[in-house]
């Protein structure tokens, strides 16, 4: 089985930062691409940002500039680095991967992290 597990959430004052992590493990064949998500009551998770199996990154708008995604792929983790936070950072945040389970022909699926609540307040 594949498992994500994270941590680094919490409180931090507007201005601030934390940084995410999510380890992955189990029978992995492939991670393709991980990324980090968000989702407050009320709305649809949303994508934070992405990254590809060879380093290509991708952010959503409202985080450009500001979160970096990264990647060990010899530890199968995945980090996400917020800086110049903000209240509407306030979110619960997951971790995904697209992952290729026990051999090359195994099954591929995104797997979910069990969300990590992060609070941006003065």
């Known amino acids: 089985q594949v498992q994500l597990v994270e941590s680094g959430g919490g409180l931090v004052q507007p201005g601030g930062s934390l940084r995410l992590s999510c380890a992955a493990s189990g029978s992995i064949y492939r991670i393709n691409t991980m990324g980090w998500y968000r989702q407050v009551p009320g709305k649809e998770r949303e994508l934070v940002a992405t990254?590809?199996?060879?380093?290509?990154?991708d952010y959503a708008d409202s985080v450009k500039g500001r979160f970096t995604i990264s990647r060990d792929n010899a530890e199968n983790t995945e980090y996400l680095q917020m800086n110049s936070l903000k209240p509407e950072d306030t979110a619960v945040y997951y971790c995904?991967?697209?992952?290729?389970?026990?051999?090359?022909?195994?099954?591929?699926?995104?797997?979910w992290g069990q969300g990590t609540q992060v609070t941006v307040s003065s």
């Open positions: 990254i590809t199996s060879s380093s290509g990154t």
């Open positions: 995904n991967a697209l992952i290729t389970a026990v051999s090359r022909r195994g099954p591929r699926n995104d797997y």
